[in-house]
């Protein structure tokens, strides 16, 4: 099955393959040959609004900023760059300058990676989901859709939504691979491997902004965390073989409100959370590599652009999941420790 027995009315795929370093990857380019496109507003009035927002839209992708994140960030924490000496000479650019009284020293360079490796998740995370609901219906302008997602609690709903509703892989491969079926060169295997990569990308996205969205709500108002250094042992202290979990490392301490039954008493709950930033930029980075996906298979579908797009092996999979025991990004365990408390409400007289 083609992507055009989904999306009637859209030009042919033309699919070719080659091997890069991270994996199979295609080109999907538009064949004019077999083009049924129905009317639409180009025939009526020259260029279409659509055809104009697709274009400038998809000019740029947001991966590209992430990226950019990503790399700066790793440079910060490369004690071979000269990036921290330079901070406490001074730097300058676009008619500004800044610079410190010292070098970061490596608690502040390690607080800074746990904030900003956050940051850069949750909002890989957003745009993500953002704009697999904008191109999942296979609409001509999906630009317009993306804008219209305004209520960020009905986004967390579609985001839960994920979880309890998964999308069907059919799905996933239009909006990320633009086809259902394997590309010639691509093995069955192969590419059912890369659907089980999707399904995990697609539901860990869900799972930061619908089940853990305390952390990014603390980062992103008021930047309401404090990064630290934690540590949380749990087992025998006399019987080293009886540890359970030894674990210590950067981690944020945030305070999130939680609901209450009493109008009288507000609970809250106190939460240090170990972080582990090269994982978040991990997953981070694949969110991107997805993002650029969704990018190429709507530019060759409305724009009749080439690109390129990622097949994933099982191996990318694996290593997503193969992280520091008790991460609390697996999915398997939760790295944090809880300190539940209630404030009365005093009224005003």
């Not at 619908?210 to 042992?233: C, D, F, I, W």
């Not at 939460?271 to 991990?282: D, E, H, R």
Request: glycine share 6%; aromatic share 8%.
């Amino acid at each position: 099955m083609s992507v055009n027995d989904q999306y009637p009315g859209r030009r042919n795929l033309v699919v070719g393959c080659r091997i890069s370093d991270g994996g199979y990857r295609y080109a999907p380019s538009m064949s004019d040959q077999e083009s049924t496109a129905a009317p639409n507003d180009r025939e009526t009035s020259g260029i279409g609004l659509g055809d104009e927002l697709n274009r400038d839209f998809y000019a740029h992708s947001p991966s590209e900023y992430l990226r950019t994140r990503i790399t700066l960030l790793i440079a910060f924490g490369d004690a071979r760059t000269p990036i921290h000496q330079a901070v406490s000479e001074g730097v300058s650019a676009w008619d500004m300058s800044a610079n410190s009284d010292a070098a970061p020293d490596d608690d502040e360079t390690d607080g800074f990676a746990v904030v900003e490796s956050l940051s850069i998740m949750y909002l890989a995370a957003e745009a993500l989901l953002r704009l697999y609901f904008a191109h999942a219906d296979g609409g001509t302008c999906p630009p317009l859709q993306l804008s219209s997602l305004t209520s960020y609690a009905k986004f967390k709903q579609q985001a839960a939504a994920l979880l309890t509703d998964p999308p069907s892989i059919e799905s996933l491969r239009r909006v990320f691979r633009g086809m259902l079926d394997a590309p010639p060169d691509v093995p069955e295997e192969t590419w059912d491997e890369d659907a089980e990569v999707l399904q995990f990308l697609v539901h860990r996205a869900a799972e930061l902004m619908a089940r853990e969205s305390n952390v990014y709500n603390a980062t992103k108002h008021g930047l309401a965390v404090q990064p630290r250094k934690s540590a949380m042992r749990l087992g025998s202290e006399e019987d080293s073989s009886g540890v359970i979990i030894d674990h210590h490392g950067s981690s944020i301490r945030f305070l999130n409100k939680l609901p209450g039954s009493d109008p009288g008493v507000q609970q809250w709950r106190e939460t240090t959370q170990f972080v582990f930033p090269s994982i978040n930029l991990a997953v981070a980075s694949s969110f991107a590599d997805e993002i650029d996906a969704i990018h190429t298979v709507a530019k060759s579908r409305l724009l009749g652009e080439e690109g390129s797009i990622p097949i994933h092996r099982r191996a990318l999979l694996e290593h997503l999941r193969t992280v520091p025991f008790g991460s609390n990004y697996t999915g398997l365990l939760s790295m944090a420790i809880n300190r539940n408390f209630q404030v009365k409400i005093s009224r005003e007289r």
